[in-house]
């Protein structure tokens, strides 16, 4: 298992993330803005059991998706310092759903996606802005995201971004905040510290999804824990 983190994320968070799987901790330079340099959904995008990734990723990283046989294809666009550039890569794909701006969405995802049902949004910072428990279970703090996931019968709840950590920002998203394993939400950070915790509690637990949370600290959104196998 490799876990795909901001090297930004908490260290309590790091700590009890390498109980499941080996880090690797995302850090680049002269390539976005340093909010987002080391966001994993700024430059992967998970699809099945592959990534499809930015090609001007570090190569130092590649290494590692090598060394640990972890299947990715590369991607055409790259990564930029100004929007659409920064979320070419920014997608949720689940079984069934492609989630984008799809006016923007990297060409390798387009391909790799043929035959799932596409569910365009305004919202290009899809993935920063939602998580899927399953496909028929998802939060999200982007309303236009709700809406067009409602209109297809996925349960969803609709979060308020206030509260959520994003050094240099007046707050994250809670798509960022969050990875999925075996059934479980993994959240960096303490749902007692985020004024909608207990809503997320309990979609989370009526959908069979426990919670375990990271570190104890406000929500951090460190664009993502990907967990790859």
């Given at each position: 298992?490799?876990?795909?983190?901001?090297?930004?994320?908490?260290?309590?968070?790091?700590?009890?993330?390498?109980?499941?799987g080996?880090?690797?901790?995302?850090?680049?330079?002269?390539?976005?803005?340093?909010?987002?340099?080391g966001?994993?959904?700024i430059?992967?995008?998970?699809?099945?059991?592959?990534?499809?990734?930015?090609?001007?990723?570090p190569?130092?990283?590649?290494?590692?998706?090598?060394?640990?046989?972890i299947?990715?294809?590369?991607?055409?666009?790259?990564?930029?310092?100004?929007?659409?550039?920064?979320?070419?890569?920014?997608?949720?794909?689940?079984?069934?759903?492609l989630?984008?701006?799809t006016k923007?969405?990297?060409?390798?995802?387009?391909?790799?996606?043929?035959?799932?049902?596409?569910?365009?949004?305004?919202?290009?910072?899809?993935?920063?802005?939602?998580?899927?428990l399953?496909?028929?279970?998802?939060m999200?703090?982007?309303?236009?995201?709700?809406?067009?996931?409602?209109?297809?019968?996925?349960?969803?709840?609709?979060?308020?971004?206030?509260?959520?950590?994003?050094?240099?920002?007046?707050?994250?998203?809670?798509?960022?905040?969050?990875?999925?394993?075996?059934?479980?939400?993994?959240?960096?950070?303490?749902?007692?510290?985020?004024?909608?915790?207990?809503?997320?509690?309990?979609?989370?637990?009526?959908?069979?999804?426990?919670?375990?949370a990271?570190?104890?600290?406000?929500?951090?959104?460190?664009?993502?824990?990907?967990?790859?196998?």
């Amino acid at each position: 298992m490799l876990i795909i983190v901001d090297k930004k994320t908490p260290e309590e968070a790091k700590f009890n993330l390498m109980k499941f799987g080996e880090l690797m901790e995302l850090e680049t330079a002269g390539i976005t803005y340093p909010a987002i340099s080391g966001h994993p959904d700024i430059f992967f995008t998970q699809i099945d059991d592959q990534l499809v990734l930015a090609p001007n990723l570090p190569p130092a990283f590649l290494e590692t998706l090598k060394r640990k046989h972890i299947d990715y294809q590369l991607g055409e666009y790259l990564v930029g310092t100004t929007y659409p550039e920064t979320a070419k890569y920014n997608a949720v794909v689940t079984s069934k759903y492609l989630v984008h701006n799809t006016k923007i969405t990297d060409t390798k995802i387009r391909s790799l996606c043929e035959g799932k049902t596409w569910i365009h949004t305004n919202q290009g910072y899809s993935r920063c802005n939602l998580i899927f428990l399953d496909d028929q279970h998802a939060m999200t703090s982007d309303a236009g995201i709700a809406k067009q996931l409602l209109k297809r019968g996925v349960e969803t709840l609709l979060l308020n971004p206030d509260g959520i950590v994003l050094p240099g920002f007046k707050h994250g998203f809670f798509g960022g905040c969050c990875g999925v394993l075996d059934k479980k939400l993994f959240v960096l950070g303490n749902l007692d510290k985020y004024p909608d915790g207990e809503r997320v509690r309990s979609f989370a637990a009526a959908a069979g999804f426990p919670i375990i949370a990271l570190c104890n600290t406000a929500l951090f959104d460190g664009g993502g824990v990907f967990f790859c196998l």
